[in-house]
């Protein structure tokens, strides 16, 4: 039986974020019924030593239309290049723009404490955009209409598990994305480009065996599931009247809350 409809946005710096942290669990909110879209605020205009600016923006945008097609999800288009997600005034208007937008009733989106900016200052535009969905005073670019209604946000793990000083981040949530990890796999496969410059820059030849080793540690650390993603529910003040926990109510038994949460 489809739960209660729900809108879900999943938001992540550059294509391959949410294949890599938020795809799972994405996905089993659309097989609960959820309407789900998929922004990555960012173009990949700087994952290449060897394409023009022109080419790696144009074949990034290719790859993020077939990940988003295979997760049945509405793309949206990136407002920004890598390396400028900063947290100002400019880029809050129109990232809290889409989110006028999308009206979203929960939001997926990274960590705060990531070992890059771009993925921290995605975080924090997403936050301030959210918590200014309904201030009419407050003027989005290009304008968009407030809204008004409870939204619950979510945050995802850091890549790598860690923080930039390389402490572990703990998460409350536990999400079983067994049922679901070979469609996560395959969105990623559908970033080619990004295998082999993970493997120039970072040393991450193996693009999806790296996938495989943060969700299988994800699953070790729930201590009952094999594949899990993990997540952080954002505090509900300024966006809701309660610490209504939305991702364990529809999720129900795939969702393992933490005993300390």
């Known amino acids: 039986m489809r739960e209660k409809s729900l809108t879900v946005i999943a938001i992540g710096a550059h294509p391959d974020d949410i294949e890599f942290m938020m795809a799972g669990t994405l996905l089993l909110f659309a097989k609960r019924g959820a309407d789900i879209h998929m922004w990555n605020i960012a173009n990949g205009c700087l ?3 060897s394409l023009s600016k022109d080419e790696i923006v144009s074949l990034r945008r290719k790859e993020a239309i077939m990940s988003a ?48 900016e771009d993925h921290i200052n995605t975080a924090r535009l997403v936050v301030s955009a959210a918590f200014a969905r309904g201030m009419p005073n407050f003027k989005t670019e290009p304008p968009v209409e407030p809204f008004n209604k409870w939204v619950y946000l979510y945050h995802a793990m850091p890549y790598g598990l860690t923080d930039s000083l390389r402490r572990p981040i703990k998460p409350t949530i536990f999400v079983n994305i067994e049922g679901v990890y070979e469609k996560k796999v395959s969105m990623l496969s559908k970033h080619k480009s990004q295998s082999e410059w993970l493997e120039k820059s970072q040393g991450k030849g193996a693009y999806i065996a790296f996938l495989e080793e943060m969700c299988r540690e994800m699953g070790r650390k729930s201590g009952r599931f094999s594949l899990a993603e993990g997540w952080t529910m954002h505090s509900h003040l300024g966006f809701s009247a309660s610490e209504k926990n939305v991702m364990k109510e529809v999720l129900g038994e795939l969702c393992l809350v933490s005993e300390f949460y």
Do not use: F, N, Q, W
């Open 47 to 49: 994952g290449t030593d």
């Open 69 to 116: 097609s295979e997760a049945g999800a509405k793309l949206h288009d990136p407002i920004c290049e890598d390396m400028s997600i900063t947290y100002d005034l400019e880029l809050l208007k129109r990232v809290a723009s889409v989110i006028r937008r999308v009206k979203p009733d929960v939001l997926l989106i990274p960590s705060l404490h990531d070992y890059m």
